[in-house]
């Protein structure tokens, strides 16, 4: 079982908002990290730290965290953005790294 | 632009001992700056880490995989290398090799270079 857990799915109509959570206690002392990955293909980091983006990440991505919650939001939702998100943190004990199970994204 | 390929055999008798490698282009396996990992994701299910291994030798294994697991770094090549011993199908998956990055203070680590990934098959 995984120490950051994440909804299965989420649905957002085109162009609306949708915000992705990641719960687990080790993120009261260590961020979360957020990866996209599409079917067939390698997960491709979005955001990182308080909220950070890559080169090439669209300014739509976001992140932010209180407490013992993550959230990745995206602002304006394209017919792209559709594929399966997944958080990333130490775990509790920080010598390790967990995933979360992973939240499909849906753009209807 | 750093690259990372993994390479290894497809398929692998259950029993037998999964051997990959990942090699590093265009940038050295040997900074200070990054760890090294794999992880790896089973057909239809999610991503899980396996480990991680520092360019000096330092390793980190997932605890639920660790007493099968090793992982090593081969700097003159600019390569490292994950065993995974005593396969069964649980173990088939999609493998990928990644470059952790973390902050000065390790608060903030997150994998930002990925291999394209290679499917491993346990089946006699």
């Known amino acids: 079982s995984s120490e950051l857990t994440q909804d299965p799915a989420v649905s957002v109509a085109l162009g609306q908002t949708v915000r992705i959570t990641c719960q687990g206690d080790?993120?009261?002392?260590?961020?979360a990290s957020w990866y996209q990955q599409k079917p067939g293909q390698a997960p491709v980091l979005v955001i990182y730290?308080?909220?950070n983006r890559p080169s090439g990440i669209p300014d739509r991505f976001s992140g932010s965290s209180s407490g013992n919650t993550a959230s990745l939001t995206i602002t304006g939702a394209q017919a792209e953005d559709e594929a399966d998100y997944y958080c990333k943190s130490r775990d509790s004990s920080g010598n390790h790294w967990v995933f979360g199970g992973g939240t499909k994204l849906t753009v209807l | 632009q750093l690259q990372l390929q993994e390479s290894g055999p497809g398929l692998v008798k259950p029993s037998e001992t999964l051997s990959l490698t990942c090699t590093v282009s265009?940038?050295?396996?040997?900074?200070?700056?990054?760890?090294w990992g794999w992880i790896r994701q089973p057909p239809g299910k999610g991503l899980e880490w396996i480990g991680s291994?520092?360019?000096?030798?330092?390793?980190y294994y997932n605890p639920s995989l660790k007493s099968r697991v090793t992982i090593s770094v081969d700097t003159s090549k600019n390569q490292f290398s994950l065993k995974l011993s005593s396969v069964t199908a649980a173990d088939t998956a999609v493998y990928y090799c990644a470059r952790l990055a973390q902050d000065m203070v390790a608060t903030i680590t997150y994998f930002d270079y990925w291999g394209q990934g290679t499917l491993v098959t346990v089946s006699s």
């Open positions: 080790s993120l009261r002392s260590y961020y």
């Open positions: 291994i520092y360019y000096s030798g330092s390793t």
């Open positions: 265009g940038g050295s396996i040997s900074s200070s700056s990054y760890y």
């Open positions: 730290g308080k909220n």
